[in-house]
Structure formats: C-alpha cells, structure tokens
C-alpha cells in the first residue's frame, strides 16, 4: 500500500511543542496536499503545493508551517501558535496542480494535550 | 464564496433500497465535480467526476446547474456500499470538500 505515506499514524504532544508531521510520495507527483479533517466539517486545505521549492496558503494556514525541497516530500509543521491542533491531518497528491485525481494518504492523527 | 454542502450527516438505507446522497455547490464559475469515498480502513478516494458522466460501481451523479447540485445516486444499495462520502467542488486553484456524508446500507 504505497504511492503516498503519512508518519506516525498516530502522534501525541503536549501544548506549545512544535510537531512536524511526515508526507512523503514515489509517485513522481509535481502537486501536494495538506488537509485537516474534523468531524462534521469535511476536508479543509491547510497548503498545498504545485511544484517543487513552491508552496501556497490554503483556508486555514493559521498555525501551520510547510516546505516543499524535494518532490517526494512535503512536510507539515503544527507550530504552538495553532489554537486547535488537536485534528486528523490528510496529505494528498497528483501529478499535477490541474490533475482533477488526488491521491490520499493515510492520515495522522495529532492529539495535542 | 465556494461552497460545497451535503445536508445529511448520517444516511441509514437497507439493501436493495435506492439511495441518494445530496451535495448543492456555490460557485459562480463553471464548475468541476467530484465524489470521494472513503470505506473502512481504507484512504480516502476518487469515485467518479461530473465530466466522465459514468456509472462506477452503480453509483452515477448528475450536474444540475439550474439546482446546483450533484446528487450521488445508485438504485439498489449494497452492504459494502456503506462509508463516508465526500462531494468536491474544484475551482481554479483549489479543491473544496463538503462536510460528507456517512452511508450505512443495512442487511
């Protein structure tokens, strides 16, 4: 079950840590994902990437923190200044920003105490 | 402003039932439609977009623009047919996700 991988599946931090949760792709995607799932609020985009060394807000950047300096890879930082980090975190990718298929990740799950 | 909206939360049907999951979109250009699912354990994934126009696993959605909406239908439910489904708009820079709906076909 490659192609797209979420590390760790589940994490635990205390408040005021910093956590950077681990996307990673061999799918040879140009485009990449993050997501934040809470229930009865559906899927809302956290950043996302269209190519390498690039990478743009999505609706709720607040808080988060990402890079983009491999293709394979796109982690995303939970810094303190989140308020609610406590989430189901999606990565997702496709080939391309214009692609209309993306590929989902496993997900982590952050419980931030 | 985009917006994707699924009204129903739970859906509960037995099987051999018809079912429809409703999504009603916001978007004043012309838009690209999608429906997620996501079974049991599984990622979360593509089950059909508005431009195919094909049936995938009996499931088919139509566009209604007049009604903007893109209703997910199949007429006879089966039992693996329950998971969570997620209707997305595409616009031009992003996609947006509707709050799902969590389908339980009943034996």
């Known amino acids: 079950d490659g192609g797209i991988t979420q590390s760790p599946k589940y994490l635990f931090r205390k408040e005021g840590q910093n956590v950077t949760l681990s996307c990673e792709q061999n799918?040879?995607?140009?485009?990449m994902y993050w997501y934040r799932q809470d229930p009865g609020q559906g899927l809302r985009l956290i950043y996302y990437?269209?190519?390498?060394?690039?990478?743009q807000k999505g609706d709720i950047a607040e808080g988060y923190s990402v890079s983009r300096e491999k293709k394979e890879s796109f982690p995303l930082t939970v810094t303190s200044a989140q308020k609610n980090p406590t989430a189901f975190y999606l990565c997702?990718?496709?080939?391309?920003?214009?692609?209309?298929?993306?590929?989902f990740g496993p997900g982590t799950r952050l419980t931030v105490t | 402003a985009q917006r994707v909206t699924q009204p129903e939360k739970l859906l509960s049907v037995f099987k051999g039932a018809p079912v429809e999951l409703k999504c009603n979109y916001s978007?004043?250009?012309?838009?690209?439609l999608f429906w997620y699912v996501q079974y049991s354990r599984q990622r979360l994934q593509l089950l059909l977009r508005?431009?195919s126009r094909e049936s995938i696993k009996g499931f088919t959605a139509d566009l209604n623009k007049g009604e903007t909406s893109f209703h997910l239908k199949k007429p006879f439910a089966q039992e693996e047919d329950s998971a969570m489904y997620y209707c997305?708009?595409?616009?031009?820079?992003?996609?947006?996700f509707g709050a799902g709906t969590r389908l339980t076909v009943k034996p």
């Open positions: 799918l040879n995607h140009d485009a």
């Open positions: 997702a990718s496709s080939p391309s920003y214009r692609s209309y298929e993306q590929y």
């Open positions: 978007y004043s250009g012309s838009p690209e």
């Open positions: 990437s269209q190519i390498v060394n690039d990478f």
């Open positions: 508005h431009i």
């Open positions: 997305a708009l595409r616009t031009g820079n992003d996609m947006r």
